[in-house]
C-alpha cells in the first residue's frame, strides 16, 4: 500500500508539471505591420522646371527675287511653370490627363543665308496631354501626348531696312514619355521628356513676306502635390 500511495504522489508531480508548462506565458512574435500598396488616383498641381534644345528655319519670300531660306539654327534656353492633373488607377494601370504652362526663353539667331541677323524665340510653352503609365506601387513610367502650345516670335534685322518682327500663338503637338516617384502620401517628383511641333507662321515685310518654325525638345523635372 505504502508503495501505490507513493507511486500516484509521484504520478501528480509530473501530471502537475505538465499543466504548469503548459499554463505559463509564452513569447508571441511580433507581427510587421502590412502597409496597403500607393493609390496614384485624384487631383494633384505642381510646379516645373527644365530646358528645351531645338532647331528653326527663316524662310524669305522676297518680291521679284524669290524664296530664300536659311539653314537650320539651333534654339535652346530654360523654362519654368506650373501643372496640374487627374490620375485614375484601376490594378496596375494609370490613366490621366495633365495641362501645363511655362515661361520659356527658348531662342537662337543665324547669319547663314541671311541678309542680316534671323532669329526665332519660344516666349512661352504649354501642352495638354493624356498620360497612360504602369504602377509599381511608388514608382510609375509613363508615355504622354497630346497638344502643344506656345507664343513663338520671329525676327530679321537686315542692313538697310528697320528691323522686323512677327509673333503669333502656335498650336502644335507633343509626345514623349517621363518616370514618377511618390516621395511621401501627397508629394511625388517626376522627371520628363518631350518633343515638340509648334509649325510654321508668316510675319510681314516690306519687300515680301518672312516665315519661321519652331520644334524640339524639353527635358524637365516637377515636384507635385496629390489631394
Not at 59 to 73: C, D, K, L, M, N
Not at 128 to 147: C, E, K, N, S
Request: overall charge negative; proline content about 4%.
Amino acid at each position: 500500500m505504502r508503495r501505490l500511495l507513493l507511486a500516484l504522489v509521484g504520478l501528480l508531480s509530473v501530471v502537475g508539471g505538465v499543466s504548469a508548462a503548459d499554463a505559463a506565458p509564452r513569447t508571441v512574435e511580433p507581427v510587421a505591420p502590412v502597409s496597403d500598396p500607393f493609390n496614384w488616383t485624384g487631383f494633384y498641381i505642381g510646379a516645373e522646371a527644365g530646358y528645351g534644345f531645338g532647331g528653326a528655319v527663316t524662310h524669305q519670300e522676297r518680291f521679284a527675287v524669290g524664296t530664300a531660306s536659311s539653314g537650320e539654327f539651333d534654339l535652346s534656353g530654360g523654362l519654368v511653370g506650373a501643372t496640374a492633373g487627374y490620375n485614375y488607377q484601376f490594378n496596375k494601370i494609370v490613366l490621366g490627363a495633365e495641362a501645363d504652362f511655362a515661361w520659356s526663353d527658348i531662342k537662337g539667331v543665324t547669319l547663314e543665308l541671311c541678309a542680316g541677323p534671323c532669329s526665332t524665340e519660344v516666349r512661352s510653352f504649354g501642352t495638354a496631354r493624356a498620360r497612360i503609365g504602369y504602377a509599381w506601387d511608388r514608382f510609375l513610367p509613363y508615355v504622354t501626348g497630346g497638344v502643344a502650345f506656345g507664343n513663338v516670335e520671329g525676327g530679321f534685322d537686315g542692313p538697310v531696312l528697320p528691323p522686323i518682327t512677327g509673333s503669333d500663338f502656335r498650336t502644335g503637338w507633343t509626345i514623349g514619355g517621363g518616370v514618377e516617384m511618390a516621395l511621401w502620401q501627397r508629394w511625388s517628383a517626376k522627371v520628363e521628356y518631350l518633343y515638340y511641333d509648334l509649325g510654321r507662321f508668316d510675319y510681314g515685310a516690306i519687300s515680301g513676306t518672312l516665315s519661321t518654325n519652331a520644334n524640339g525638345n524639353i527635358v524637365r523635372v516637377g515636384l507635385n502635390y496629390r489631394f
